[in-house]
C-alpha cells in the first residue's frame, strides 16, 4: 500500500543526496545527467554566438 506524499529515500536517509548536493555547488558542476547536460549546452551556446550572460 502506497500512502500519497509519503516516500522514503536511503540516500536522503543517508546524508548522500546533501553530499552531492554540496560537492556540486562548490566545485560548480552538477551531478545530475539533465544538469550536465544543460550546462554542457549552454556554453556551447554561448561560445557559438559570442554573448555573455547578464
Known amino acids: ?3 500519497p506524499g509519503l516516500s522514503f529515500s536511503l540516500k ?7 553530499l ?4 556540486a555547488k562548490k566545485v560548480g558542476i552538477p551531478t ?5 547536460e544543460r550546462k554542457i549546452g549552454s556554453s556551447i551556446i ?7 550572460k547578464k
Open 20 to 23: 552531492k548536493n554540496k560537492i
Open 32 to 36: 545530475t545527467k539533465q544538469g550536465l
Open 46 to 52: 554561448k561560445s557559438i554566438t559570442g554573448k555573455k
Open 12 to 18: 536522503r536517509a543517508v546524508g548522500i543526496s546533501g
Open 1 to 3: 500500500m502506497k500512502i
